[in-house]
């Protein structure tokens, strides 16, 4: 049965989102996405203000129909020449909105124009004024379906939020580990099991009888930052997932012996998904609490002087639009979800033949395209590319938005 909800008939732009949620677990876990204090004060504040008519685009339609595929930030491009602002174009009256979070295909959004600004509008703007929308004590009940947008394509992110991890080197030495095989076979897939020993000394166990779910990495690999050459963190690539069938123990190895020494008995797991091989010698680390996030994509209050570390993906050079980059700042540098920053291509160096002394110079470096930062660590972060002219490579230099 689906999911419903009670829904009073809103004011114009009740169903636009402000802070729009990824909805990894549906539409239902989405109502449940918490508004913050300064969302709701920036919702309030643009509600009365909108964007100033220099922000739209030119070719802005006068209403759109949304379509089933869209995502958020593709339809505030179709307004915007700064998608990342439309919080400020989509404001509405938080007092009149329980969820913020909701708006599907087949809603159609207008653009209402008026005093040098501009906002959108569920309703049409008839007089060519900010429509007003009368509210009436009747209530109305809908499906929550799983078709509400999200902020970027999920598919995209979805691995890096399950899957990805940073760590420090430590972290992953002391990780349990691969030490034996069903039937000792060299590869494991879905549905083998794999006996696992602790590293610290602590032994693996589960007293709660719910198989505990780990996920399976590699060796990790070190991410320097291409200015100073610091390491600032390793990246363990994900191999897949297990659950904790049988708790670790130790048995005395002859036990009608005196002071017979003990045995260890590893932990059983069944492998339960499989991205890459997985053998002996991989780490397991405890799957952690699945994350809801909020991303409402803004610039950066203060100033962003950022590289890219590394290109997620073997053999990659550059990175092309819709690909995971990890960056050389973090929540210590103050990044967090959102923000959207610019790239910047590196401008070439040349010799000036119009000097007689042939000077070197270097050509101011050009935006090349846009990122937003979707998970944060302490000194890394990652960032989907989100448009590109041309290809992304290590060290190309991040800033703040224009």
């Not at 593709?74 to 174009?89: C, D, Q, V, Y």
């Not at 501009?118 to 703007?125: G, H, K, V």
């Not at 590893?266 to 699945?290: M, Q, S």
Request: charged letters at 20%; glycine letters at 8%; proline letters at 7%.
């Amino acid at each position: 049965m689906p999911h419903t909800f009670l829904r009073a008939a809103l004011t114009p732009l009740a169903c636009v989102t402000l802070a729009f949620g990824w909805l990894a677990a549906g539409a239902a876990q989405a109502q449940n996405f918490p508004v913050s204090a300064q969302q709701r004060a920036t919702a309030n504040q643009v509600a009365q203000a909108g964007v100033a008519l220099t922000e739209l685009r030119s070719d802005a339609p006068q209403s759109y129909t949304i379509q089933s595929g869209d995502t958020l930030w593709s339809i505030s491009g179709l307004f915007l020449t700064s998608p990342w602002r439309w919080p400020e174009l989509w404001g509405m009256n938080m007092a009149d909105i329980r969820n913020p979070h909701l708006i599907y295909p087949g809603q159609t959004l207008y653009l209402v124009t008026a005093n040098g600004r501009a906002r959108l509008s569920t309703q049409a703007n008839i007089d060519g004024g900010i429509p007003t929308v009368r509210l009436s004590p009747r209530t109305r009940i809908e499906g929550v379906a799983d078709n509400a947008l999200p902020t970027l394509q999920n598919h995209l992110i979805e691995p890096f939020l399950s899957e990805g991890i940073v760590v420090d080197d430590q972290t992953m030495n002391q990780a349990p580990r691969i030490v034996a095989t069903q039937d000792g076979r060299v590869f494991l897939t879905r549905g083998d099991r794999a006996y696992v020993r602790s590293s610290s000394g602590d032994l693996m166990d589960d007293p709660t009888q719910k198989q505990k779910a780990y996920r399976i990495f590699r060796d990790t690999k070190p991410l320097k930052d291409p200015v100073t050459g610091e390491v600032l963190g390793f990246e363990a690539p994900y191999l897949g997932k297990a659950l904790l069938a049988r708790s670790e123990g130790t048995q005395t190895s002859a036990p009608s012996a005196v002071d017979a020494p003990s045995e260890v008995i590893p932990a059983t797991f069944d492998i339960v998904d499989v991205k890459e091989e997985i053998r002996v010698g991989d780490r397991l680390l405890p799957e952690p609490p699945r994350q809801l996030l909020n991303y409402v994509p803004h610039a950066p209050a203060s100033p962003v002087d950022a590289r890219i570390v590394s290109i997620y993906g073997t053999a990659v050079v550059n990175a092309a639009q819709n690909q995971v980059v990890i960056l050389n700042k973090g929540s210590l540098d103050g990044l967090e979800n959102g923000h959207v920053l610019a790239i910047l291509q590196s401008g070439a160096r040349i010799v000036d033949k119009t000097d007689p002394a042939l000077a070197n110079i270097k050509l101011p470096d050009e935006r090349n395209g846009l990122l937003m930062v979707f998970r944060t660590f302490d000194k890394l972060s990652y960032g989907l590319v989100l448009d590109i002219v041309s290809g992304v490579k290590v060290g190309d230099r991040l800033v703040n938005p224009r």
